[in-house]
């Protein structure tokens, strides 16, 4: 039993892991959405500024960062930008 309950414990958390990508990915996403209404130069800008801030906020209150959040909140903002900047 207590093997099944580290094996649960691993899916568990790579499940966890997966979601708190996805909720970074997608909320950088929905912000360079709203402000590249405006101007998309801004919009990237924006997000990789939030993203680094958040990340710094992270560090200084819960003493540690993730680098993985920052790349997954600006990763998908910053290849549309690419997408549209070069290829539209």
Known sequence: ???FFSI????????????????HAFYGLLLYSVINIFDPSTAVITVI??????????ELKYQGSDILDFLSTVSAPVFVYGLTKFYV
């Not at 414990?9 to 990508?21: C, E, I, R, T, Y």
């Open 1 to 3: 039993m207590e093997k």
């Open 8 to 23: 649960f414990d691993k899916v568990f958390k790579g499940m966890v892991l997966a979601q708190d990508k996805a909720n």
């Open 49 to 58: 500024a939030l993203g680094l801030g958040k990340e710094l906020y992270d």
